[in-house]
């Protein structure tokens, strides 16, 4: 199993910035994937950006946050960190991070943060 907690959400004004951060504890070790999702109320969940672990850190992104948001890893410390600039009140949702491990892709997902940007 493994276990995510994400932390950093809170209330920014437009145009500002935050870093999330997702700390995995638990079987780290078969992690292929990690990333973040996001969910505004009476919308989808959506996913936006994702690095793999295990392929030379590639990443993708939603074409919404693209040029604004950047995924990053910190492997020592078993982290992943979402660092939002440029923030717009349509980021306004609730952030969840999640992971994709083992040989059959389990996926867990962290507790969600809140992120609300003001105009």
């Known amino acids: 199993q493994v276990q995510l907690v994400e932390s950093g959400g809170g209330l920014v004004q437009a145009g500002g910035s935050l870093r999330l951060s997702c700390l995995a504890s638990?079987?780290?070790?078969?992690?292929?994937?990690m990333g973040w999702h996001r969910q505004a109320p009476g919308k989808q969940r959506e996913l936006v950006a994702r690095i793999r672990i295990t392929s030379g850190g590639l990443t993708n992104y939603a074409d919404s946050v693209k040029g604004r948001f950047t995924i990053s890893r910190d492997n020592a410390r078993s982290t992943v960190y979402l660092q939002m600039n440029s923030l717009k009140p349509d980021d306004t949702a609730v952030y969840y991070c999640y992971t994709l491990w083992g040989d059959r892709q389990k996926i867990s997902w962290g507790q969600g943060t809140q992120v609300t940007v003001s105009a």
């Open positions: 638990g079987s780290i070790f078969s992690i292929n994937d």
